[in-house]
T-cell receptor, first 114, second 114 residues
Framework: DAKTTQPPSMDCAEGRAANLPCNHSTISGNEYVYWYRQIHSQGPQYIIHGLKNNETNEMASLIITEDRKSSTLILPHATLRDTAVYYCIVRVGQRGGSQGNLIFGKGTKLSVKP | DTGVSQDPRHKITKRGQNVTFRCDPISEHNRLYWYRQTLGQGPEFLTYFQNEAQLEKSRLLSDRFSAERPKGSFSTLEIQRTEQGDSAMYLC????????????FGPGTRLTVT
């Protein structure tokens, strides 16, 4: 599976958009990009995933570059409750096949400041 | 609350003792995963079940670790002869058939081995 690279930390002002980048330059054609976050002392929380088209749900938007070598998770109006570690994960397919595990790196620690 | 639950939330034990953790997944989810997380690191995969079958085990899962999911519902993770290096947060997650990387995590069990 492709490896991902994320900045270790980022700051964002409350109410502004938080743009979290992820580099996955070795991604292959059948690998999806998944985003999770982990608020302090809680389990990780699924946010969104995509293959090549941009995706949006009630939590965030995912923008994947045309060459699929990088992506950006956008939280449109960050709040203090969005302070968390955000993980970008690349995995083959959606159904999991014989593999089921997520591989977490160290993620990006996002601090939303008032 | 119909999310993933874990019990206990905290466990302090002495080195050499056995401990058992329980995870109750979301009821219609057929896959159940165990992860371990140490301070400052992302979660690391341990094992997963599809219904009652244990399909994959990480190399992290030493002989002292055993997991079961006897009726395809709740799961237990037992650690025998605990060591100080076993101190960590143990996370359980579940997912729906066909959406295996959209995993829903419980709050975790924090184990401290003294």
């Amino acid at each position: 599976d492709a490896k991902t690279t994320q900045p270790p930390s980022m700051d964002c002002a409350e109410g502004r958009a938080a743009n979290l980048p992820c580099n996955h330059s070795t991604i292959s054609g059948n690998e999806y990009v998944y985003w999770y976050r982990q608020i302090h002392s809680q389990g990780p929380q699924y946010i969104i995933h995509g293959l090549k088209n941009n995706e949006t749900n009630e939590m965030a938007s995912l923008i994947i570059t045309e060459d699929r070598k990088s992506s950006t998770l956008i939280l449109p109006h960050a709040t203090l409750r969005d302070t968390a570690v955000y993980y970008c994960i690349v995995r083959v397919g959606q159904r999991g096949g014989s593999q089921g595990n997520l591989i977490f790196g160290k993620g990006t620690k996002l601090s939303v400041k008032p | 609350d119909t999310g993933v639950s874990q019990d206990p939330r905290h466990k302090i034990t002495k080195r050499g003792q056995n401990v058992t953790f329980r995870c109750d997944p979301i009821s219609e989810h057929n896959r159940l995963y165990w992860y371990r997380q140490t301070l400052g690191q992302g979660p690391e995969f341990l094992t997963y079940f599809q219904n009652e079958a244990q399909l994959e085990k990480s190399r992290l899962l030493s002989d002292r670790f055993s997991a079961e999911r006897p009726k395809g519902s709740f799961s237990t993770l037992e650690i025998q002869r605990t060591e100080q290096g076993d101190s960590a947060m143990y996370l359980c997650a579940s997912s729906l058939a066909g959406h295996y990387y959209e995993q829903y995590f419980g709050p975790g069990t924090r184990l401290t081995v003294t």
